[in-house]
C-alpha cells in the first residue's frame, strides 16, 4: 500500500513537471481545464442522481461558468469579488463540516462543487498567465498543497490520536494536519527564497491556501459519505423480482446505511477484523479469502496473540494491525522485523478503537471476546460502519447505547451470532435493527444443549474445563464454549436479542435442538412459523453478513436433509442449567443488570478455567453478585464501566470465597 502511494506519487509529480514546466501555455490550460471538469464529473456523482444527463449537464455547467469568472477576474474588483466568495465558502463550509456533517442536500452538494473548483481553477490560471514566472508559480502552488498533504498524512500515521472531524472522516487528525502546516511552512520558505518575496506575508498566504485545501477535502468527503448514505437508500426503493415477502433487502431509513457488495461494479471493499486471532476472526479470514476480488483486509486486532496475528499480517498485509497488551505488541514489532510489510503495528484498546473507524475500513467485524470488545464496538458503530456484530456481551452490557449509536451515525448493524442471524433472515425485509417487526409474536432461539444436556446434576459438579470445552456441534473458543456448556450463552443471546429486534424478555424463548441444523425460528401472529437451517459451521452467518443483501459462497458443507432424517426440540432445564434463570431474570430487571450478569459471568468462568472453581459455582457465584450489586439504569458508558467493574470485584470475592471446593474436585 506504501510502496504503491510512494510509485504513484513520483510518476504524478514527473507528469506534473512535464505538463506545467516544458508545455506551453496553452496545452497547459488546456489539461488544468481537462482536470477541472473532470473534478467536476466526480463532483456530480454527489448530486444523488442517477441521471446522467443531470450530471453531463452540472458538468457543462461548470464548463460554462470557467470563462465567465476569467473574464470577471481580469480587473482588480472582480477579482476581490472572487477572492470574497472563495473566503465566504471556506468559512461555511468548515461550519458545516464541524457542526452540521449530516445536514446535506443535493443543491448544496452543487454549490460546494462551483465554490470549490473555479477559484481553485482561475487563481492557477492566472499565476500561469499574469505572473512572469508564472509556470514555476503555479508549480508551486500545487507543490505546496502537495507536500502538505504528503507530511499530514505520515505524521498522521506515525502520531496521530486526535480525530481532527470524526463524523466526515475519522482517518484525519489534528496531528496530521499539524504536520501538513509544519510541511508546508518549510516548503512556504523555500519558496520565498526562490522568488525573492518577503516571507513575513508570503507564509501566511501559503498557510491558507493549505487550510482551503484540507477544508474542500473534508467537504468532499461529507459529500462522499452523504451520496453514499442517499444513493443506497435510492437502490433499496427498487423492487426486486422473484423474491419473496420475508427475503431480506436492503433497509431504508436512518438506522441503515449499506455499501452493497456486487462484483463487478463496487470497488474493494474493506475489512476491519477485530478478533482476527480467535475463531471467528479465522472463520472471517477464510471467507475473504474465498472471495479475493471483493474483499481486503485493512486491519487486524487481537488482544495478545502475537504468533498468529504475525502469519495473518504476513498473508493479508493489512495498513493496521493491534494487539491491546503491549508486550504482545513488542513481540510482533519483533517476528514482523526485517519483513517489508506496509503494516503499521499499534498497541492498546485504544488501538482497536481507532482501526474501527478507519476510513478504509467500509466493514468492521466486531469477534472480541467479552467486555474488552466493548468500546471498539461502539467506534464502530459511531463511525457508520456496517458493522458485523459477533461479540454480544457489547449489546447485552450497553445495549441502549449500541443501538442509539447505530441510529444516530446510520450505521448498519448484522449479527453474526447463527441464532440472532437466522432470525434476521426471517424477519421481513423491512425490519431495522432496534425496532419492532410487524406481525412477529415471538422468537425462538434455539440451543444444542452443550456437552452436558444429558448429565445428571452429581456428574456435572465434578466436570472438568476439558469436557466443559468438548461441544459436540460447533468449534469454538475457550469461553464461549463454556457458556454453551451453561447455556448462559443463550441467556446472554436472549439479552441481545431483546435489542436486536425490539422485544420483550417473554416474547424470546429458548429451545434446545440437539442436532443445531435449524438455527432460529420467528413465529407470526397468522400462526407460521418461519426457521432457518443449514449445517452448524460459523462461516455461513459471517458470509450472509459480509455480502448483504447479496449472497456468496462460504465453503460449508451443504445441508443433507435425508441424511440429518430427524430433528428434536425439546425445553431447557433450569434446576440443572441456573446461568439461564439467571439471564432470563436480568433480561427482566434491565439497566445495567445484564452488564453486572456479563462481568460476574466472564470472572467465574475465567476460574472454572483456571480450576479455581467448579462448574456448578459458576451460576452461584453470579447469583451472589446481581444480589450484591448496586444495580440502576444506563444513563452513559460511565455507568456501564462503573458497574462491570463493581461486579467484577464482588465476582473476584465470591471465586476466592469459592475456592477450596474447587480444590476437592480437582484434588
Known amino acids: 500500500m506504501l510502496r504503491t502511494r510512494i510509485v504513484t506519487a513520483a510518476v504524478?509529480?514527473?507528469?506534473?513537471?512535464?505538463?506545467?514546466?516544458?508545455?506551453?501555455?496553452?496545452?497547459?490550460?488546456?489539461?488544468?481545464?481537462?482536470?477541472?471538469?473532470?473534478?467536476?464529473?466526480?463532483?456530480?456523482?454527489?448530486?444523488?442522481?442517477?441521471?446522467w444527463s443531470v450530471r453531463i449537464g452540472y458538468v457543462v455547467g461548470i464548463a460554462v461558468l470557467l470563462p465567465v469568472v476569467w473574464h470577471l477576474t481580469a480587473g482588480s474588483a472582480g477579482r476581490a469579488i472572487v477572492l470574497a466568495v472563495a473566503l465566504l465558502w471556506w468559512i461555511v463550509a468548515l461550519l458545516w463540516v464541524i457542526f452540521a456533517p449530516r445536514r446535506a442536500a443535493a443543491w448544496s452538494a452543487a454549490l460546494a462543487g462551483l465554490l470549490a473548483l473555479l477559484p481553485a481553477w482561475v487563481a492557477l490560471m492566472r499565476l500561469r498567465l499574469d505572473l512572469p514566472r508564472g509556470a514555476q508559480w503555479m508549480l508551486f502552488v500545487l507543490v505546496l498543497v502537495w507536500f502538505?498533504?504528503?507530511?499530514?498524512?505520515?505524521?498522521?500515521?506515525?502520531?496521530?490520536?486526535?480525530?481532527?472531524?470524526?463524523?466526515?472522516?475519522p482517518g484525519k487528525t489534528w496531528e496530521g494536519a499539524l504536520g501538513g502546516a509544519a510541511v508546508s511552512a518549510l516548503v512556504a520558505v523555500a519558496g520565498s527564497a526562490w522568488f525573492g518575496v518577503p516571507l513575513a506575508p508570503f507564509l501566511p498566504l501559503c498557510l491558507a491556501a493549505v487550510a482551503f485545501s484540507i477544508v474542500g477535502d473534508l467537504t468532499e468527503s461529507l459529500l462522499k459519505r452523504f451520496a453514499g448514505d442517499e444513493g443506497q437508500r435510492n437502490v433499496v426503493s427498487r423492487p426486486r423480482r422473484r423474491h419473496g415477502p420475508y427475503r431480506q433487502r436492503h433497509g431504508c431509513g436512518a438506522s441503515i446505511v449499506l455499501r452493497p457488495a456486487r462484483p463487478g461494479s463496487c470497488p474493494m471493499i474493506g475489512v476491519a477484523v477485530l478478533g482476527s486471532t480467535g475463531s471467528i476472526g479465522l472463520s472471517t479470514l477464510d471467507v475473504i479469502a474465498r472471495h479475493p476480488d471483493r474483499f481486503r483486509v485493512v486491519a487486524l486486532g487481537a488482544r495478545r496473540n502475537a504468533a498468529r496475528l504475525a502469519e495473518q499480517v504476513r498473508r493479508w498485509q493489512p495498513d493496521y494491525a493491534v494487539l491491546t497488551e503491549?508486550?504482545?505488541?513488542?513481540?510482533?514489532?519483533?517476528?514482523?522485523?526485517?519483513?517489508?510489510?506496509?503494516?503499521?503495528?499499534?498497541?492498546?484498546?485504544?488501538?482497536?478503537?481507532?482501526?474501527?473507524?478507519l476510513p478504509q475500513a467500509d466493514y468492521v467485524m466486531a469477534a472480541i471476546v467479552g467486555a474488552a470488545g466493548l468500546r471498539s464496538t461502539l467506534a464502530a458503530a459511531a463511525a457508520g460502519k456496517r458493522l458485523l456484530l459477533a461479540n454480544k456481551e457489547s449489546l447485552v452490557m450497553s445495549g441502549p447505547l449500541l443501538m442509539a449509536a447505530v441510529h444516530g451515525s446510520g450505521a448498519t448493524l448484522l449479527p453474526i451470532d447463527s441464532e440472532h442471524n437466522a432470525i434476521f433472515q426471517c424477519l421481513p425485509r423491512d425490519t431495522r435493527p432496534g425496532m419492532a417487526?410487524?406481525?412477529?409474536?415471538?422468537?425462538?432461539?434455539?440451543a444444542s444443549g452443550g456437552p452436558f444436556l444429558d448429565w445428571t446434576c452429581e456428574a456435572i459438579a465434578v466436570a472438568t474445563p476439558e469436557q466443559a470445552c468438548a461441544h459436540p456441534n460447533w468449534v469454538m473458543g475457550r469461553k464461549i464454549s463454556v457458556d454453551s456448556?451453561?447455556?448462559?450463552?443463550?441467556?446472554?443471546?436472549?439479552?441481545?436479542?431483546?435489542?436486536?429486534?425490539?422485544?420483550?424478555?417473554?416474547?424470546?424463548?429458548?429451545?434446545?435442538?440437539?442436532?443445531?441444523?435449524?438455527?432460529?425460528?420467528?413465529?407470526?401472529?397468522?400462526?407460521?412459523?418461519?426457521?432457518?437451517?443449514?449445517?452448524?459451521?460459523?462461516?455461513?452467518?459471517?458470509?450472509?453478513?459480509?455480502?448483504?443483501?447479496?449472497?456468496?459462497?462460504?465453503?460449508?458443507?451443504?445441508?443433507?436433509l435425508v441424511r440429518t432424517a430427524r430433528?428434536?426440540?425439546?425445553?431447557?432445564?433450569?434446576?440443572?442449567?441456573?446461568?439461564?434463570a439467571l439471564a432470563q431474570a436480568a433480561a427482566r430487571t434491565?439497566?445495567?443488570?445484564?452488564?453486572?450478569?456479563?462481568?460476574?459471568?466472564?470472572?467465574?468462568?475465567?476460574?472454572?478455567?483456571?480450576r479455581r472453581l467448579n462448574f456448578p459455582d459458576i451460576a452461584a457465584v453470579i447469583d451472589t453478585v446481581i444480589t450484591k450489586a448496586s444495580g440502576g439504569a444506563i444513563h452513559s458508558l460511565d455507568d456501564v464501566l462503573h458497574a462491570d467493574a463493581e461486579a467484577r470485584g464482588l465476582a473476584q470475592q465470591s471465586c476466592q470465597y469459592r475456592q477450596s471446593g474447587a480444590r476437592t474436585v480437582y484434588a
Not at 151 to 159: D, E, H, L, M, P
Not at 501 to 522: C, G, K, N, T, Y
Request: charged content about 15%.
Open 148 to 169: 502538505a498533504d504528503i507530511g499530514a498524512f505520515f505524521v498522521g500515521r506515525r502520531f496521530g490520536r486526535v480525530r481532527l472531524a470524526p463524523a466526515v472522516s
Open 12 to 51: 504524478l509529480a514527473a507528469a506534473l513537471c512535464v505538463v506545467v514546466l516544458w508545455l506551453p501555455p496553452v496545452a497547459t490550460i488546456v489539461a488544468l481545464t481537462l482536470a477541472v471538469l473532470a473534478g467536476a464529473w466526480e463532483w456530480s456523482g454527489f448530486l444523488r442522481t442517477s441521471s
Open 326 to 357: 503491549e508486550s504482545a505488541a513488542r513481540e510482533l514489532n519483533e517476528r514482523l522485523a526485517g519483513t517489508p510489510l506496509p503494516t503499521r503495528v499499534l498497541a492498546g484498546e485504544g488501538a482497536l478503537e481507532e482501526i474501527a473507524q
Open 567 to 580: 430433528l428434536d426440540f425439546c425445553a431447557p432445564d433450569t434446576s440443572r442449567f441456573g446461568c439461564l
Open 437 to 446: 417487526a410487524p406481525g412477529v409474536r415471538r422468537v425462538l432461539l434455539t
Open 485 to 560: 456448556a451453561s447455556l448462559m450463552n443463550k441467556g446472554l443471546e436472549l439479552i441481545e436479542a431483546c435489542f436486536l429486534f425490539s422485544m420483550r424478555p417473554e416474547q424470546v424463548e429458548i429451545v434446545i435442538h440437539r442436532q443445531s441444523i435449524v438455527h432460529s425460528l420467528v413465529e407470526y401472529v397468522d400462526g407460521s412459523v418461519l426457521a432457518q437451517l443449514g449445517s452448524p459451521d460459523m462461516r455461513t452467518p459471517i458470509a450472509h453478513a459480509l455480502a448483504w443483501p447479496e449472497r456468496v459462497s462460504a465453503g460449508v458443507q451443504f445441508l443433507d
Open 590 to 610: 434491565g439497566g445495567v443488570t445484564p452488564a453486572v450478569l456479563n462481568a460476574a459471568n466472564e470472572v467465574a468462568v475465567q476460574a472454572f478455567l483456571e
